[in-house]
Nanobody, 122 residues
Framework: QVQLVESGGGVVQAGGSLKLSCAPS????????MEWYRQATGKQRELVAS???????KYADFVKGRFTISRDDAKNTLYLQMNSLKPDDTAVYTC????????????????WGQGIQVTVSS
């Protein structure tokens, strides 16, 4: 069974950078829109950024100018480059695919990653 696996999280000082990656654990046929969400302790999950399979991108206002979402469809990998990190960016970051088609004969299904911790120290 395919899972989305995130990597690249960790602890960084305020003003620093991290790059998150997210990829399926096995071979897939196609992936539609991919998104990064985050959830801080005691807060609701919020959408950080999204990118369609055509390359259309949207950002939450609180990351505009600091974060960059991208994808490499040859590797089926989603990225989130995070610069100028702030303590308020501390959260569990989770990737989401609105639809992954594993096999052309199968119906596409949404998938979530397990999440990865990003901690920004002041």
């Amino acid at each position: 069974q395919v899972q989305l696996v995130e990597s690249g999280g960790g602890v960084v000082q305020a003003g620093g950078s991290l790059k998150l990656s997210c990829a399926p654990s096995g071979r897939v046929f196609s992936i539609a829109t991919m998104e990064w969400y985050r959830q801080a302790t005691g807060k609701q999950r919020e959408l950080v950024a999204s990118i369609t399979n055509r390359g259309d991108i949207k950002y939450a206002d609180f990351v505009k100018g600091r974060f960059t979402i991208s994808r490499d469809d040859a590797k089926n990998t989603l990225y989130l480059q995070m610069n100028s990190l702030k303590p308020d960016d501390t959260a569990v970051y989770t990737c989401h695919a609105t639809s992954i088609i594993i096999n052309p004969t199968y119906v596409g299904l949404p998938y979530w990653g397990q999440g990865i911790q990003v901690t920004v120290s002041s």
